[in-house]
């Protein structure tokens, strides 16, 4: 398969990966990237339970349902054309997670 260059562009809706959310309100997604298809592992701190500026929203609307979060491909490959200033590790692609 020819390497993917880098570019930053967004993945159109939903894309299904693992997702684990740990007491912290840590989120931690894992699985392919839809763009270049390499496996890719995506932490973030969704922050502190009723903190001022938490987003609680959630795709569904119900309570207690899960975030919804944006992923970046950090699969770490050496994507052609990744400029050095960029600080990423994949190929540029940015998603949404898909709720659980």
Same mark, same amino acid.
């Not at 740990?22 to 890719?40: L, Y």
């Given at each position: 398969? *020819? ?8 993945? =159109? ?9 740990? *007491?912290?309100?840590?989120?931690? &997604?894992? @699985?392919? !990237?839809?763009? !270049? ?10 922050? /502190?339970?009723?903190? &001022? ?7 569904? @609307?119900?309570? @207690?349902?899960? /975030? *919804? &979060?944006? &992923?970046?491909?950090?699969? @770490?490959?050496?994507? =052609?054309?990744? *400029? ?6 994949? !190929? ?9």
């Amino acid at each position: 398969m *020819p390497e993917i260059p880098w570019a930053e562009i967004g993945m =159109p809706g939903w894309h299904r990966t693992d997702r684990i959310e740990a *007491p912290d309100r840590s989120v931690t &997604v894992d @699985g392919p !990237c839809p763009r !270049c298809h390499h496996e890719t592992s995506f932490r973030i701190e969704v922050g /502190l339970p009723g903190g &001022v500026g938490t987003k609680t929203q959630t795709t569904s @609307g119900a309570p @207690g349902a899960s /975030l *919804p &979060v944006t &992923v970046i491909c950090g699969c @770490g490959y050496v994507h =052609p054309d990744r *400029p050095a200033e960029s600080g990423e590790s994949g !190929c540029g692609a940015y998603w949404y997670d898909q709720e659980s």
